[in-house]
């Protein structure tokens, strides 16, 4: 079981490949390990035995190994199970980051353990874990409204005001890897949790660019 104890050893992104997916809202989660290995001015290399995108960074006192899978979102599992398996990482001290629809853009969660709650890459991770019990951040991204309309908004870049919110977050998420990392993610969810997103800006316009 988690706790407030548990250490993380890799930090997961997960997205799809590709230039043509870079900038859509399911890859909010290649955005924040991207920004965590730019912080410590790391670049990820491509590592095809664990078929994903590899770096190692220091957060605080510890060296974090950072994954972005590029088996694509429904397949990541694969990625993140021969990685965690082959440096014998155990699933409790796996973090994964990836876009929350049922959150609005802005907010964030971090938990541990749970459902799949629809989320594809999820879903695979716990398929090849054998378990759910890893940890989350969850970044939100908001909801179409309509069931029919999510493959086609996630796959689609958020709006200016809807990105620079998502971008606000993961400072904020940044400043607290530290304690994440290094068995206080208590204090860090706290922290996150109780953070109010800016409200948007009077004349934004709210368009799918």
Do not use: C
């Not at 399911?26 to 078929?51: C, K, M, P, Y």
């Not at 629809?101 to 890459?121: E, P, T, V, Y």
């Amino acid at each position: 079981m988690g706790t407030a104890e548990t250490s993380i050893d890799l930090i997961v992104g997960l997205g799809n490949p590709g230039s043509e997916y870079a900038e859509t809202r399911h890859n909010a989660g290649f955005w924040l390990v991207d920004e965590i290995a730019r912080t410590d001015r790391q670049t990820f290399a491509s590592e095809t035995r664990f078929h994903g995108d590899v770096a190692t960074t220091q957060i605080g006192a510890r060296k974090v190994r950072l994954l972005k899978p590029t088996t694509f979102m429904n397949r990541s599992g694969q990625s993140v199970a021969t990685m965690a398996r082959y440096f014998k990482i155990p699933v409790e001290n796996v973090l994964v980051v990836h876009d929350e629809l049922d959150l609005s853009a802005g907010d964030a969660r971090i938990k541990f353990g749970g459902g799949h709650g629809g989320h594809n890459g999820l879903r695979d991770m716990i398929a090849h874990f054998g378990s759910p019990n890893f940890w989350r951040i969850r970044l939100g991204i908001s909801h179409p409204g309509h069931q029919s309309d999510v493959v086609n908004y996630v796959l689609k870049p958020p709006s200016r005001d809807d990105r620079e919110k998502i971008d606000e977050t993961i400072s904020v998420i940044l400043s607290v890897m530290p304690m994440v990392v290094d068995n206080d993610i208590q204090k860090a969810t706290q922290k996150v949790h109780s953070r109010k997103p800016k409200p948007p800006k009077p004349d934004t316009q709210q368009t799918e660019d």
